[in-house]
């Protein structure tokens, strides 16, 4: 098979689909594959790097998308890319469609084979593929969010940890998942007062193992929701729904209550985020004010840590990359249940009920598509 690597265009995105000792896995395997000049230059990979792992170079994300059977990528294509998209082709990416009308519409419309990250499940019922880069976002949310509470960042002039003398931050977690718990374990290693939400009991058990006492924990009742984030100096957004938007957790009312100058940062952008005021930003204009509450909604976090970042994702993502590669997309997915899970829309159908459920469109099992 032929395997694509386009250069990553969206705004100040720098990770890249595969690193070169993946594409030395593949070409091993007897698969070529076909890079973009400088697409790995965010984590300081050469073109003669990919060259010497066994690559081809193509002058253009054009040639690649024209030429390739199966396209790795890292960020949801943007419109210009799904116009090179053709049918029968094969995307595997993030794509976070329940928060996406558009883009969906697109790749219905593509005729491709649309295979998102962040649905590929495991036998726990985990999300193995999203799982990286939620630890990476966790941990970025906090190092973001302690740096824009200091007054000439517009914030309330609140060291995260505080000092003899002053007490530190408040910090309300939103969702006790791997962006949640991440987040929180950094919080309490700067010294900053946690309170976790979630509505799964199950999960505030898990971090309570993880976490131990030092973090306080509630059921995410809309009154306890309110009574946490009115009070923090810092908010962090990770409440997920599997493919699906995310529920909005903080009403406009609710942030005219927090504290002016607090900070939210709203990991769950991605996926519309968990606000009702947060709208998607970049890392070139990451924040705004609404309600006298700065946010910070980058919807592409890591990204500012692509070499952190590109080398996680690809140890988790290469063997299902090798197993699309080795037997092809259907018989891949007919013998893999959980790589099955992350097919989202093929053939013009959408075939992810959450995001069926979430943009309108009538649900089709993806058995019946294979």
Same mark, same amino acid.
């Given at each position: 098979?032929?395997?694509?690597?386009?250069?990553?265009?969206?705004?100040?995105?720098?990770?890249?689909?595969?690193?070169?000792?993946?594409?030395?896995?593949?070409?091993?395997?007897?698969?070529?594959?076909?890079?973009?000049?400088?697409?790995?230059?965010?984590?300081?990979?050469?073109?003669?790097?990919?060259?010497?792992?066994?690559?081809?170079?193509?002058?253009?994300?054009?040639?690649?998308?024209?030429?390739?059977?199966?396209?790795?990528?890292?960020?949801?294509?943007?419109?210009?890319?799904?116009?090179?998209?053709?049918?029968?082709?094969?995307?595997?990416?993030?794509?976070?469609?329940?928060?996406?009308?558009?883009?969906?519409?697109?790749?219905?419309?593509?005729?491709?084979? *649309?295979? #998102?990250y962040e649905t590929?499940?495991? #036998?726990?019922?985990?999300?193995?593929?999203?799982?990286?880069?939620?630890?990476?976002?966790?941990?970025?949310?906090?190092?973001?969010?302690?740096?824009f509470p200091e007054?000439?960042?517009?914030?309330?002039?609140?060291?995260?940890?505080?000092?003899?003398?002053?007490?530190?931050?408040?910090?309300?977690?939103?969702?006790?998942?791997?962006?949640?718990?991440?987040?929180?374990?950094?919080?309490?290693?700067?010294?900053?007062? &946690?309170?976790?939400?979630?509505?799964?009991?199950?999960?505030?058990?898990?971090?309570?193992?993880?976490?131990? /006492?030092?973090?306080?924990?509630?059921?995410?009742?809309?009154? /306890?929701?309110?009574?946490?984030?009115?009070?923090?100096?810092? &908010?962090?957004?990770?409440?997920?729904?599997?493919?699906?938007?995310?529920?909005?957790?903080?009403?406009?009312?609710?942030?005219?209550?927090?504290?002016?100058?607090?900070?939210? &940062?709203?990991?769950?952008?991605? /996926?519309?985020? *968990?606000?009702?005021?947060?709208?998607?930003?970049?890392?070139?204009?990451?924040?705004?004010?609404?309600?006298?509450?700065?946010?910070?909604?980058?919807?592409?976090?890591?990204?500012?840590?692509?070499?952190?970042?590109?080398?996680?994702?690809?140890?988790?993502?290469?063997?299902?990359?090798?197993?699309?590669?080795? /037997?092809?997309w259907r018989r891949?997915?007919?013998?893999?249940?959980?790589?099955?899970?992350?097919?989202?829309?093929?053939?013009?159908?959408?075939?992810?009920?959450?995001?069926?459920?979430?943009?309108?469109?009538?649900?089709?099992?993806?058995?019946?598509?294979?």
């Amino acid at each position: 098979m032929l395997i694509g690597v386009p250069r990553e265009i969206k705004v100040e995105e720098y990770r890249v689909g595969l690193t070169p000792d993946s594409v030395r896995s593949l070409a091993a395997r007897g698969h070529r594959v076909l890079v973009e000049r400088g697409a790995g230059l965010g984590i300081q990979a050469s073109d003669a790097d990919y060259v010497q792992a066994g690559a081809e170079l193509a002058g253009s994300g054009a040639e690649v998308y024209a030429r390739a059977g199966l396209l790795v990528k890292v960020k949801e294509p943007q419109p210009q890319e799904r116009a090179l998209l053709r049918p029968g082709q094969v995307l595997f990416t993030y794509l976070h469609l329940a928060a996406d009308p558009a883009q969906c519409r697109a790749l219905m419309a593509s005729g491709a084979v *649309c295979i #998102a990250y962040e649905t590929v499940t495991d #036998a726990d019922g985990g999300l193995p593929l999203l799982a990286p880069m939620s630890a990476v976002a966790g941990r970025m949310a906090v190092q973001v969010g302690a740096r824009f509470p200091e007054k000439p960042q517009g914030g309330r002039g609140i060291l995260l940890g505080g000092v003899a003398g002053a007490a530190p931050a408040e910090v309300a977690v939103l969702g006790a998942g791997n962006v949640g718990l991440n987040a929180a374990r950094v919080a309490l290693g700067c010294g900053a007062r &946690v309170m976790l939400l979630d509505s799964r009991e199950a999960a505030l058990r898990r971090a309570r193992e993880q976490l131990g /006492q030092e973090a306080r924990m509630l059921l995410a009742a809309p009154a /306890q929701v309110a009574e946490a984030v009115a009070a923090a100096d810092l &908010v962090v957004g990770a409440a997920l729904l599997p493919g699906g938007a995310s529920p909005k957790l903080v009403s406009r009312a609710l942030v005219a209550r927090m504290w002016p100058g607090a900070v939210i &940062v709203d990991v769950a952008i991605d /996926q519309g985020g *968990c606000c009702e005021t947060s709208r998607p930003t970049t890392h070139a204009a990451p924040t705004y004010v609404e309600e006298g509450v700065l946010h910070y909604c980058v919807a592409n976090m890591p990204g500012a840590v692509p070499h952190t970042a590109t080398h996680a994702l690809n140890h988790v993502t290469l063997p299902f990359v090798l197993a699309l590669a080795d /037997q092809g997309w259907r018989r891949a997915l007919a013998e893999d249940p959980h790589l099955r899970a992350g097919l989202n829309v093929c053939a013009g159908q959408v075939t992810c009920r959450a995001v069926a459920e979430a943009l309108g469109h009538a649900y089709v099992e993806p058995d019946t598509l294979l």
